[in-house]
Structures are given as C-alpha cells and as structure tokens.
C-alpha cells in the first residue's frame, strides 16, 4: 500500500515536473487563445483551448514550440473562417505562420502581425483591403505569400525587405505602378504578380536577381527589360507590352547640385505636408499651430517679405547618444529603422523672430541628425555641408531645459535622436534641431491647416466646419500614428500628450501627430495642469501620475468626442454636469435619439446615423474607466476601416439605386 502511494506521489511530481517544463510563454499562450476565439474556435483545432491552455505542453495541431515559445504554426487546409487574431504581435519567437487555403478574412489583415517572421502565408484566403504596413518592418522575412486573396492597396513599403527570396501576390485586385521599393529587394528570386490590374512599366524589376517571374494578365505597357528576358521562368502573356527594340535612355541633364531629400515610406493613409507656404497661407484661417509644447510652442515664419529668413552654412558638434550604427549588416528594429536615410550632416543659420521672443543670439539647426552622432568631433562646414543652401518655413519647438534632470545637452540630443527613428505619414516631421547658447529648439515641418483644436474650437469669419468625412478621416489617420507608435516602435512609444492640439492638420486635412517621442526624457507631470488638458487624462493618470499605452488609447477617446460634439474636453462655462466631456457624454453614446442630440450642431445632420453608431461604439470602448477594458489601437484602427468600408459599400449600393431612379444620402462615411 505504502510502495502504491509512493508510486503515485512520484508519477504526481514527474507530470508536475513536465507541465513546468513545458509551460508556454505567457504571451504566446494570450496571443493564440485569442486568435482560438477570433477563428470562431473550430473544433478541428484539437487540444486548442480559449482559456488557461498551454500550446507547447499540450501539442496543439499545428503548433510547434521550441522550449517555452511558439515557434511555428502551420494550418493551411483547415477550413477555418473569421480572422486572425488582434495580438499576433505578441508572437516574438514566431519564424513561420502558414494559414493559407481557408476561408479566413472579409476583412483587412491585421496590422499588429508577429514581427520576427522568416515564412508568411496567407494565400487562397478572404482578405480584403490594403496590405498592412508592418509587413515592411519584418526584415527577417524570406517568403511572402498573400496570393489568391481579394487585397486592393499595396504600398511603397519594401525597402527593408532586403532578405526577402519569394513573393506572390497574384490573383488579387492590386493596381497603379509597381511600388519603386521593389528595387531595394535585392535577393528576391520568385515574384509573381499574375493577374491583378497593375499597369505602368516593370523597369524597376529590372535590375533583381530573379530566376522565375510571372507577370501575366495585368495591364503592363512598354518594354521587357533586356535583363529579364533571359531569366529560367518568365511568364508575360495578357499586357500589352511592346515588341521592338527598346528606345535609348535620354540623354542625361547637365549635373547640377540639389538638396537631398529625406524620403517617409508610405503607409496606408493618405499623407501631405507643405513646407512652403507662404505667410499669407499660413495666417489665413487656420493659421494657428495649437499647444502642447513642453515650455511652449513657438513658430517661425521664414517669410519673403515680412520676417528675412536665410539659411547658410555654419559649423556644427554632432553629439548622440550610445547606439546601433545602422550601416552594419544587422537586422534593425522598427523603431531604429528610420535612421538609415540620414546620413547627410548639415547645419542651418536662423535669424528669426520666434513668437514675442527675438534670438540674441544666431543658432546653427542641423538638419536631421546623422546616424552616429560623435560626442568629441567636431566638422569643417564645408566637408559637411557642401555649402547646402536652402529656404523653409518651420514651425519650432522650444523646450526648456529644466525638462532635463541632469546633463540637459546630451539629454536634448538623445531625445532629438529617439524622435528622428519615428517614421509614419501620420506623425509630424522632425525637420532639423538646435542645441546651442542655451537653446533647446525642434524644427518641424509647417502644416498649412493647424492644429484639430484650431478647427472644432477657434471660430472666426472665415471658418468652416469639418465635415463628417473629413472627421473619420482624422481620426483614423491619427489612431494609425498612435497604432504604430504602440504596436510598431521596439520598445512602444507612450505619446503621454495626446489631444487636438497635437494633431496638426495639413493640406487635405491629413493629421499629423506632434510632441511623438517625449515619453522617455520628459517628467511624467508634464505641463497637464489646465483644465482642458486634464479633460484627456486617464482617470489612472490622474490618481498615480502614471502613463501607459492604455493611458493614451483613452486620450484618444475623447479627441474622438471632441470630432463627435464639437466640444471642449472641459469647459467650465458649460452647466456643471457638462463641464466634462467624458463624464457627460458617456452614458448616451448608445442611445441613439440621444446621440442625435450630442452630434457638432455644425454638422447640421449631415452624417450617416449607422457611421454615428459605430464611432460612438468605438468611443465608449476607448474611454472605459477600467484601463485593462480598452481596446489596443490596431483594434481601434480595424473598427474605423470596416466603419469605412462598410459605407463604402453602402455607398456603392446607393449609386446603383440612384442610377434606377431613386433618391439616396450623399454623405460617404
């Protein structure tokens, strides 16, 4: 009997010993009990669990683990439907996901996919849409398969991609010019695009070291490079290319000297920015950038005539802090990747007035700052800048260095260095810096429209309302800057100070978050204090002083609330139980009669009640007082894209119904 008890006590502590060996990573475990739900948790995924599971210790099908982390996961053929899950990008160890041929989508793909993917495959499935922007920041990866999907948009995203061997998109709805970052995939061997509706030439695949290649049934014009035709497998057939020889290149133009241009990969969402407005643009009605400086936001308007502007070359000390030299083969990180563009070491001279406050003294601004910043060197101007001369309106950040506990230059240059690696069409442009007498100035690019809070609260004359497009235009574009500042950067970015002031508007109304980047350097206290900045502090932030990527996804909320009401997100010259935004309208936001009555007057009903429905959703999602309870921002993002596809497809159902005579709303979103 004593022997028997043994026995078991000792079988008891063996499987207890597994299990703890075989534990999965808790992140991994989160990551796929999620994608189990969001699949619709199909019983042909044996030993596959919502809750409480463990994929390594309990073989999963399909999933296989090395140690304690997931390390593939294959299950194409499966019949499985719904979607992948919101938290893929917790998948760190992740190499290779193979979810082709089933019937997952009818939707986009997921922004936040795992990051570190030698091996994705999506092909044969439902996905609709645009091909998400952080497959370009996977530069681990060497098979791309999105093929036999119903995809529309490709970006210009691939010039990290340099590992990448094979690529297939074909049988998809892609058109326009093949993006010119095809160039920069330099080890790609397989390409097919067969069957989309892509046009323009493919002189941009010409110089890859291709071995099969299959172009066929798109709308291709022009000539087959030379280089191409001798490739093993090439596949041409349904384009309308040409036949004969190919015409000479042009002559090449006399060398003349230009700046360099620093390029922004695009991403999806329309982007814009004028840099060279003239002053009587600038003060025209939305003239004014909005707050949410650190000691102030200060503008300098480098005019023709009114303020001399004249930037020259000056000598400058590059300083940075400890980092990765970018120029070494070594996989880089999102957040690191934008570093790679600024090698160019220049130095700008400003002679302006800045708001009430003249310079005593002329500064050097150095434009972008290189990719290794040596604290000891200094440069000749002319070896740097190669007597670069140039004009342009900026608008200038000057922060204080009180913000800086200890060491404020090297600390305003590494901030300087943190904020030049964020790299989005939705953030504002890092244009150049200055760390001189004292000074502690950030040049951006200058929006044209100013900031959303100029729009929604500073009326005069001339102003005009936001219409409601334009206002889910907003929001999207700005929960795609918080997406990728949350969900792209490694480590995430806390932007601590978002709010309509921070979103500046350029031409077209496409936002631009500002102050991105502060998080590590800058008091948690901030400059907060008034009332209407405390109106988007999270009810955590306001009782620890703590932010958080939760923290912001609530600051969104209520910049939501203000593009829904007009309203301040506190006003105290309102009734005391509307003082608050949130406070006020959260308990309304899904009764419908009075979410009507909240609407901007200024819309004068001219918004589409379902898209008003599910903003307001996503809104109460947000801004729940329990920070574990809001949505991440890629979830917000995918809430906002179906809220426009799906009146885009209203829309398409009402033009054919206009088309047979009858009336029909003329509001899109």
Same mark, same amino acid.
């Given at each position: 009997?004593?022997?028997?008890?043994?026995?078991?006590? !000792?079988?008891?502590?063996?499987?207890?010993?597994?299990?703890?060996?075989?534990?999965?990573?808790? *992140?991994?475990?989160?990551?796929?009990?999620?994608?189990?739900?969001?699949? /619709?948790?199909?019983?042909?995924?044996?030993?596959?669990?919502?809750?409480?599971?463990?994929?390594?210790?309990?073989?999963?099908?399909?999933?296989?683990?090395?140690?304690?982390?997931?390390?593939?996961?294959?299950?194409?053929?499966?019949?499985? /439907?719904?979607?992948?899950?919101?938290?893929?990008?917790?998948?760190?160890?992740?190499?290779?996901?193979?979810?082709?041929? /089933?019937? &997952?989508?009818?939707?986009?793909?997921?922004?936040?996919?795992?990051?570190?993917?030698?091996?994705?495959?999506?092909?044969?499935?439902?996905?609709?849409?645009? %091909?998400?922007?952080?497959?370009?920041?996977?530069?681990?990866?060497?098979?791309?398969?999105?093929?036999?999907?119903? +995809?529309?948009?490709? *970006?210009?995203?691939?010039?990290? #991609?340099?590992?990448?061997?094979?690529?297939?998109?074909?049988?998809?709805?892609?058109?326009?010019?093949?993006?010119?970052?095809?160039?920069?995939?330099?080890?790609?061997?397989?390409?097919?695009?067969?069957?989309?509706?892509?046009?323009?030439?493919?002189?941009? +695949?010409?110089?890859?070291?291709?071995?099969? &290649?299959?172009?066929?049934?798109?709308?291709?014009?022009?000539?087959?490079?030379?280089?191409?035709?001798?490739?093993?497998?090439?596949?041409?057939? =349904?384009?309308?290319?040409?036949?004969?020889?190919?015409?000479?290149?042009?002559?090449?133009?006399?060398?003349?000297?230009?700046?360099?241009?620093?390029?922004?990969?695009? %991403?999806?969402?329309?982007?814009?920015?004028?840099?060279?407005?003239?002053?009587?643009?600038?003060?025209?009605?939305?003239?004014?950038?909005?707050?949410?400086?650190?000691?102030?936001?200060?503008?300098? +308007?480098?005019?023709?005539?009114?303020?001399?502007?004249?930037?020259?070359?000056?000598?400058?000390?590059?300083?940075?802090?400890?980092?990765?030299?970018?120029?070494?083969?070594?996989?880089?990180?999102?957040?690191?990747? =934008?570093?790679?563009?600024?090698?160019?070491?220049?130095?700008?001279?400003?002679?302006?007035?800045? @708001?009430?406050?003249?310079?005593?003294?002329?500064?050097?601004?150095?434009?972008?700052?290189?990719?290794?910043?040596?604290?000891?060197?200094?440069?000749?101007?002319?070896?740097?800048?190669?007597?670069? $001369?140039?004009?342009?309106?900026?608008?200038?950040?000057?922060?204080?260095?009180?913000?800086?506990?200890?060491?404020?230059?090297?600390?305003?240059?590494?901030?300087?260095?943190? $904020?030049?690696?964020?790299?989005?069409? *939705?953030?504002?442009?890092?244009?150049?810096?200055?760390?001189?007498?004292?000074?502690?100035? #950030?040049?951006?690019?200058?929006?044209?429209?100013?900031?959303?809070?100029?729009?929604?609260?500073?009326?005069?004359?001339?102003?005009?309302?936001?219409?409601?497009?334009?206002?889910?235009?907003?929001?999207? @574009?700005?929960?795609?800057?918080?997406?990728?500042?949350?969900?792209?950067?490694?480590?995430?970015?806390?932007?601590?100070?978002?709010?309509?002031?921070?979103?500046?508007?350029?031409?077209?109304? *496409?936002?631009?978050?500002?102050?991105? @980047?502060?998080?590590?350097?800058?008091?948690?206290?901030?400059?907060?204090?008034?009332?209407? /900045?405390?109106?988007?502090?999270?009810?955590?932030?306001?009782?620890?002083?703590?932010?958080?990527?939760?923290?912001?996804?609530?600051?969104? @909320?209520?910049? !939501?609330?203000?593009?829904?009401?007009?309203?301040?997100?506190?006003?105290?010259?309102?009734?005391?139980?509307?003082?608050?935004?949130?406070?006020?309208?959260?308990?309304?936001?899904?009764?419908?009669?009075?979410?009507?009555?909240?609407?901007?007057?200024?819309?004068? =009903?001219?918004?589409?009640?379902?898209?008003?429905?599910?903003?307001?959703?996503?809104?109460?999602?947000? %801004?729940?007082?329990?920070?574990?309870?809001?949505?991440?921002?890629?979830?917000?993002?995918?809430?906002?894209?179906?809220?426009?596809?799906?009146?885009?497809?209203?829309?398409?159902?009402?033009?054919?119904?206009?088309?047979?005579?009858?009336?029909?709303?003329?509001?899109?979103?």
């Amino acid at each position: 009997m004593a022997a028997a008890a043994i026995g078991a006590v !000792m079988l008891f502590l063996a499987a207890t010993s597994f299990g703890a060996n075989a534990s999965t990573d808790s *992140n991994d475990v989160d990551a796929l009990s999620v994608f189990y739900t969001t699949m /619709n948790s199909p019983p042909q995924l044996t030993n596959w669990v919502s809750q409480n599971g463990d994929p390594c210790g309990q073989s999963w099908l399909g999933v296989a683990c090395s140690g304690s982390r997931v390390k593939t996961i294959k299950l194409s053929g499966m019949r499985l /439907n719904g979607t992948l899950g919101y938290n893929m990008n917790q998948l760190t160890a992740l190499v290779e996901l193979d979810m082709s041929n /089933n019937d &997952l989508g009818g939707n986009d793909i997921p922004y936040n996919l795992p990051p570190n993917l030698e091996s994705l495959n999506l092909g044969g499935n439902n996905f609709t849409g645009t %091909v998400p922007y952080s497959i370009s920041q996977m530069v681990a990866l060497r098979h791309l398969n999105l093929g036999n999907n119903h +995809l529309s948009n490709i *970006n210009d995203m691939f010039n990290q #991609l340099t590992n990448l061997t094979l690529m297939d998109i074909s049988y998809n709805a892609f058109s326009g010019d093949i993006p010119q970052s095809f160039q920069s995939l330099t080890n790609l061997k397989k390409l097919y695009l067969q069957n989309n509706k892509f046009s323009g030439t493919i002189d941009v +695949l010409g110089g890859l070291p291709l071995t099969d &290649l299959n172009v066929e049934n798109n709308q291709f014009t022009g000539w087959i490079p030379d280089k191409l035709k001798g490739i093993r497998s090439i596949q041409t057939s =349904g384009n309308s290319f040409n036949d004969g020889p190919a015409p000479p290149p042009p002559p090449s133009p006399p060398s003349t000297y230009t700046p360099p241009q620093t390029s922004r990969p695009a %991403v999806p969402s329309s982007t814009g920015g004028d840099g060279n407005d003239s002053r009587a643009e600038y003060q025209s009605k939305h003239s004014k950038l909005g707050g949410g400086a650190v000691a102030g936001i200060v503008i300098s +308007l480098l005019a023709f005539g009114a303020l001399a502007a004249f930037l020259v070359i000056k000598r400058n000390s590059w300083r940075m802090s400890h980092g990765r030299d970018p120029e070494q083969n070594e996989p880089l990180s999102p957040l690191a990747s =934008g570093l790679k563009q600024m090698k160019s070491v220049k130095s700008i001279k400003v002679i302006s007035t800045i @708001g009430k406050e003249e310079l005593q003294k002329t500064v050097s601004m150095s434009l972008k700052p290189p990719t290794k910043i040596d604290l000891h060197k200094s440069f000749d101007e002319n070896d740097i800048t190669n007597k670069f $001369i140039t004009r342009k309106v900026l608008a200038v950040k000057k922060i204080n260095f009180s913000a800086f506990p200890s060491h404020p230059s090297d600390s305003f240059v590494e901030l300087v260095a943190n $904020i030049s690696r964020l790299n989005h069409a *939705n953030l504002a442009e890092l244009c150049g810096y200055c760390s001189e007498h004292g000074q502690c100035l #950030l040049a951006y690019e200058l929006y044209r429209n100013g900031s959303l809070h100029d729009f929604l609260h500073v009326k005069d004359e001339h102003s005009k309302p936001l219409s409601w497009n334009n206002r889910v235009k907003i929001a999207l @574009g700005s929960a795609r800057a918080l997406e990728y500042l949350h969900e792209t950067c490694s480590p995430s970015v806390v932007h601590k100070n978002f709010k309509s002031s921070n979103i500046l508007l350029a031409s077209e109304l *496409n936002p631009h978050i500002s102050d991105s @980047g502060f998080a590590g350097l800058i008091p948690n206290q901030e400059s907060q204090e008034s009332d209407e /900045n405390s109106g988007y502090r999270a009810p955590e932030v306001t009782m620890s002083g703590q932010y958080s990527l939760k923290s912001d996804v609530y600051s969104f @909320g209520v910049v !939501m609330l203000e593009l829904l009401t007009g309203r301040r997100p506190f006003d105290r010259s309102r009734p005391r139980s509307e003082q608050s935004l949130v406070r006020w309208a959260t308990p309304q936001l899904h009764d419908i009669d009075a979410l009507d009555r909240m609407v901007d007057p200024a819309l004068q =009903g001219l918004y589409p009640s379902k898209s008003l429905s599910r903003f307001a959703d996503a809104i109460a999602l947000c %801004v729940q007082p329990e920070p574990e309870f809001r949505p991440p921002m890629s979830e917000v993002v995918q809430s906002l894209v179906r809220l426009v596809q799906r009146a885009s497809m209203t829309r398409a159902h009402e033009n054919q119904t206009r088309r047979s005579g009858e009336s029909s709303g003329d509001y899109e979103f």
